[in-house]
């Protein structure tokens, strides 16, 4: 099973930008699915954004226009690009692959 390794995150204040990057252990040119989920306190971990292999993308409404989800199949990596953050984009954001295969989360905290 392909492991994953999220970094990227930390403090920034409203209105700043981080880039997620998710590390893979092995190929993900074959997974159909890569995803970013999010977990604040006291909340159910959420789909944030998705990408297929064949480029299809999903954004989760509230993020739609700040955040860019996006994947690069020979260095085994995938991006999350954040604009504009606001307070409540803070959480623990997760990398999954093909929907079973989790990272251990990257703390991001959007604050002034």
């Known amino acids: 099973q392909v492991q994953l390794v999220e970094s990227g995150g930390g403090l920034v204040q409203p209105g700043g930008s981080l880039k997620l990057s998710c590390a893979a252990s092995g190929s993900i040119s074959g997974t159909l699915f890569m995803g970013w989920y999010r977990q604040a306190p006291g909340k159910e971990r959420e789909l944030v954004a998705s990408i297929s292999s064949r480029g299809n993308i999903y954004y989760k409404n509230s993020v739609k226009g700040r955040f860019t989800i996006s994947r690069d199949n020979a260095e085994n990596t995938v991006y999350l690009q954040m604009n504009s953050l606001k307070p409540e984009d803070t959480a623990v954001y997760y990398c999954?692959?093909?929907?079973?295969?989790w990272g251990r989360g990257s703390q991001v905290t959007v604050s002034s």
């Open positions: 999954n692959a093909a929907g079973n295969c």
